[in-house]
């Protein structure tokens, strides 16, 4: 496997393949990242995973400083996966002059929900994509594939807008949240929960599930359904920022009325202690 920490060097051993598969992370690589490297080995000709952490999509009060790095560990990951190449450029190398261009998505896509209670998030996870995908896919001839997680929703729907809006030549595929066998979804902030918290975190889950049951249930009240959801979450000690469906195509509140199965997404997220954690589930 191979490691490349500058541009030149990714983009020297880049040139002699065609059809690059690539998976972005952040690095603290749990199974559901691995996942994604072993979907992304099916799509081209060489696969490959960045481990940056992007210090624009994190707020100040969030956790960019003690955000884990196991870079070590994470290539070994890696490695087993039969991943071919990792990018792992440092801030001064991506970042080697303050980015005052930047990825600016559509509001009414980008401001709601995540980006409601994360006030420029998805301008930062734009803008870094968008960077990675020039590094990484510069010197493809072929296909380029980017592979990423359901399990954060509303930043695969914004990326698909973004490469679609700017007619990038990139094919994004979405894959299905990897979960605990109790439900819960894999995500690098699991390692800040307790063993309470864990055995706790899995009603995020649950009340996903009842949410989308009411609804497929022949319940309307989408105003109520939501309200009673966070409530009863909020009962059992969560600090609820959102439970709520959303039609899947541009996430926002469906037509009163017009549900339709396969077409909708409940998205919560919520905090437990001091871990705050985001779930969906399609119906």
């Known amino acids: 496997m191979y490691i490349a920490r500058t541009l030149e060097e990714l983009r020297q051993h880049m040139a002699r393949f065609d059809q690059p598969a690539f998976v972005p992370t952040m690095g603290n690589l749990h199974e559901g990242h691995l996942a994604l490297v072993r979907h992304a080995r099916t799509l081209g000709d060489v696969t490959v995973a960045s481990i940056f952490v992007n210090r624009l999509q994190f707020l100040p009060h969030e956790d960019f400083d003690t955000y884990p790095r196991t870079f070590e560990s994470d290539c070994e990951r890696l490695q087993a996966q039969g991943c071919d190449v990792v990018f792992a450029p440092s801030e001064a190398t991506l970042y080697p002059e303050a980015q005052t261009f930047k990825v600016h998505p559509d509001a009414a896509l980008a401001d709601v929900l995540e980006g409601h209670f994360r006030p420029g998030f998805f301008t930062g996870v734009c803008t870094v994509v968008m960077k990675l ?146 779930d969906n589930l399609e119906f």
């Open 133 to 278: 995908f020039q590094c990484v896919f510069s010197e493809a001839r072929g296909q380029r594939h980017a592979v990423f997680g359901k399990k954060d929703y509303q930043q695969l729907m914004v990326v698909r807008h973004m490469v679609r809006q700017f007619a990038l030549p990139v094919q994004i595929h979405g894959l299905d949240t990897e979960r605990t066998a109790e439900g819960l979804a894999l995500s690098s902030r699991n390692h800040y929960l307790s063993a309470a918290e864990k055995q706790e975190a899995i009603q995020l889950s649950v009340a996903l599930k009842t949410l989308a049951a009411s609804v497929l249930g022949g319940e309307h009240n989408l105003n109520a359904l939501e309200h009673h959801a966070a409530h009863a979450l909020a009962a059992r000690g969560w600090q609820v920022d959102y439970l709520t469906v959303r039609r899947r195509a541009d996430l926002q509140p469906p037509a009163p009325n017009g549900f339709r199965a396969g077409e909708l997404v409940a998205l919560g997220a919520a905090r437990l202690g001091s871990t705050r954690l985001i």
